[in-house]
Nanobody
Framework: QVQLVESGGGLVQAGGSVRLSCAAS????????RGWFRQAPGKEREFVAT????????DYADSVKGRFTISRDNGKNTVYLQMNSLKPEDTAVYYC?????????????????WGQGTQVTVSS
């Protein structure tokens, strides 16, 4: 059974940092492209960051560029999202995703598997 499990969310003050983790199990995820998305209350789920299977190519939403960093450890089947200089507008449920082609993508429709999400709340 394929499973993605996010962890690391919580409450943080503006300007602070949080690192999210997404552990994968059930298949060979080290060949999968990975992504992070987020969804704030009343808004659609939006792209945050993506990384290809080898980790040598990544992309970010303009709103997080320079503040967030996506990385992966294929030995642990885990992808990370380091979030620095957090702002109240970063408050959302953060979801990780995996796609079987091994590529990076900003499109939700490109992803085959999703985690259940982890809440990140940034207080002002």
């Amino acid at each position: 059974q394929v499973q993605l499990v996010e962890s690391g969310g919580g409450l943080v003050q503006a300007g602070g940092s949080v690192r999210l983790s997404c552990a994968a199990s059930g298949r060979i995820f080290n060949r999968f492209g990975r992504g992070w998305f987020r969804q704030a209350p009343g808004k659609e789920r939006e792209f945050v960051a993506t990384i290809n299977w080898s980790g040598d190519s990544s992309d970010y939403a303009d709103s997080v560029k320079g503040r967030f960093t996506i990385s992966r450890d294929n030995g642990k089947n885990t992808v990370y999202l380091q979030m620095n200089s957090l702002k109240p507008e970063d408050t959302a449920v953060y979801y990780c995703a995996a796609e079987v082609r091994g590529l990076e993508s900003e499109r939700k429709s490109a992803y085959d598997y999703w985690g259940q999400g982890t809440q990140v709340t940034v207080s002002s």
